[in-house]
């Protein structure tokens, strides 16, 4: 499956998908989904100039033989080469997606649903399935598994709110992991609410090497975080 914008240029492409479509659209004539589903996509997470969140979504290179462990972390070496540590190889797409902004992302979804113009307006559910998913941060990329994350959008008359909840692969099994996403009109901010249990730092300590102290922890923990981006994409 893969996405376009008006002028063409791919937003998204994933190897395959599940989608249901809107029974309220169709009685309006129009093809709209309700839930979309995405298997086995490869997202690629980064940060953008402004200080935001950037989200590239596309297909999984061809396999090559061999599983990949739960996580991995690849260190980017000279002239572009890399390398993956507890992983597959890492490779790059000659042809990949279009990075998406996360905020203004949101904030189109919200205007399309307040003037109820776009085929957006109809969708209630996002997921992944099977997905990979690599952070890059600095001079590293953290790379996770995601067995399955289902994000829910819920628009109310003044508000639009985003919870998302699912598993994060690691060597020590998987862990929970939900957030929540609430637009604040007053402030001009998007406030994100984050949430982790059943967490080993242990077995993510390669993804957590700028915090001392995380292999030392072998036992499961839990605990919340909260980040909050301008609207304006900073």
């Known amino acids: 499956l893969r996405i376009k914008d008006g002028t063409g240029v791919i937003l998204a492409e994933t190897p395959l998908a599940g989608i249901s479509l809107s029974g309220a659209a169709l009685l309006r004539g ?13 997202l690629r997470l980064t940060a953008t100039q402004e200080g935001g969140l950037a989200l590239a979504v596309s297909r999984p290179p061809e396999a090559t ?9 690849v260190r980017r070496g000279p002239a572009g080469a890399s390398s993956a540590v507890g992983g597959a190889p890492a490779t790059a797409a000659a042809d990949s997606p279009r990075p998406i902004d996360l905020v203004a992302a ?5 205007a399309d649903f307040r003037q109820n113009e ?12 099977d997905a990979t998913l690599t952070i890059a941060h600095g001079d590293q990329e953290t790379v996770w598994q ?3 994350f289902a994000i829910d959008v819920q628009h109310f008359q003044k508000r639009s709110v985003i919870v998302g909840e699912g598993l994060i692969g690691s060597t020590a099994g998987p862990w929970g992991l939900s957030f929540r996403t609430t637009e604040s009109n007053k402030f001009k901010t998007l406030q994100i609410e ?8 242990r077995a993510i300590a390669s993804q957590l090497a700028f915090l001392p102290g ?9 605990g919340r ?7 304006d994409g900073g």
């Open 30 to 42: 129009r093809l709209a989904p309700v839930s979309v589903e995405f298997i086995r996509p490869r």
């Open 65 to 73: 033989g061999g599983g990949a462990l739960p996580s991995a972390i």
């Open 106 to 110: 949101f904030r189109r979804t919200v």
């Open 118 to 129: 776009a085929a957006s307006t109809y969708l209630r559910e996002f997921g992944v399935r």
């Open 146 to 148: 995601i067995p399955g």
């Open 194 to 201: 984050i949430e982790f249990a059943e967490l080993v730092p």
């Open 214 to 222: 995380v292999s030392l922890i072998d036992m499961p923990v839990a």
């Open 225 to 231: 975080a909260s980040i909050a981006f301008a609207l």
